[in-house]
T-cell receptor, first 112, second 111 residues
Framework: DQQVKQNSPSLSVQEGRISILNCDYT??????FLWYKKYPAEGPTFLIS?????DKNEDGRFTVFLNKSAKHLSLHIVPSQPGDSAVYFC???????????FGQGTRLTINP | SQTIHQWPATLVQPVGSPLSLECTVE??????LYWYRQAAGRGLQLLFY??????ISSEVPQNLSASRPQDRQFILSSKKLLLSDSGFYLC??????????FGQGTRLTVV
């Protein structure tokens, strides 16, 4: 049972434009959400998170939006840069449960 | 600052051979520790996590086991590897919070 889903395996965006990565979840108990970025042959690195009491969190070029009624979150990167090319994972957690559930990942390619 | 060490970076093992991957964390005490696997073209699957010495929770029944002999040491093992055990194995820690911090990973190829 895939509780966290990233339905787009890949996304290609032109440099300078906005990248929008999407993530859906099924477990209504999730109350904390995170995005990670992963380069090949490296471990994922934490990007940004959002608690379910908020609907938006912004950090520089990265903004995460949460729509609880739709059980959907998205990561916006603007403007997109070549160094943003990587696999992006969304993750969800129930605070206090001590573990994260990850989606399948979306490979983002930024074209010059 | 906290650091996480995971080794080896790559490993090629024959089917039926044993496995031992080690992970250590520095700069923190009593962290939560995790083993994840990323199979080819798939997401990050949580295999085991530990909230303390000797405490192991298994998420997926499989050919692998985990141990935590010391506070900041987490070991992933197998007695006999299968072809399906190939993948990218990641160790991670969290400081009782929700953000997990990952090691560099081990690429395991079972041949």
């Amino acid at each position: 049972d895939q509780q966290v889903k990233q339905n787009s395996p890949s996304l290609s965006v032109q440099e300078g434009r906005i990248s929008i990565l999407n993530c859906d979840y099924t477990n209504s108990m999730f109350d904390y959400f995170l995005w990670y970025k992963k380069y090949p042959a490296e471990g994922p690195t934490f990007l940004i998170s959002i608690s379910s009491i908020k609907d938006k969190n912004e950090d520089g070029r990265f903004t995460v939006f949460l729509n609880k009624s739709a059980k959907h979150l998205s990561l916006h990167i603007v403007p997109s840069q070549p160094g943003d090319s990587a696999v992006y994972f969304c993750a969800a957690a129930i605070q206090g449960a001590q573990k994260l559930v990850f989606g399948q990942g979306t490979r983002l390619t930024i074209n010059p | 600052s906290q650091t996480i060490h995971q080794w080896p970076a790559t490993l090629v093992q024959p089917v039926g051979s044993p496995l031992s991957l080690e992970c250590t964390v520095e700069g923190t005490s009593n962290p939560n520790l995790y083993w994840y696997r990323q199979a080819a073209g798939r997401g990050l699957q949580l295999l085991f996590y530990s909230v303390g010495i000797g405490q192991i929770s298994s998420e997926v029944p499989q050919n692998l086991s985990a141990s935590r002999p010391q506070d900041r040491q987490f070991i992933l093992s197998s007695k006999k590897l299968l072809l399906s055990d190939s993948g990218f194995y990641l160790c991670a820690w969290s400081d009782r919070g929700l953000e997990a911090f990952f090691g560099q990973g081990t690429r395991l190829t079972v041949v």
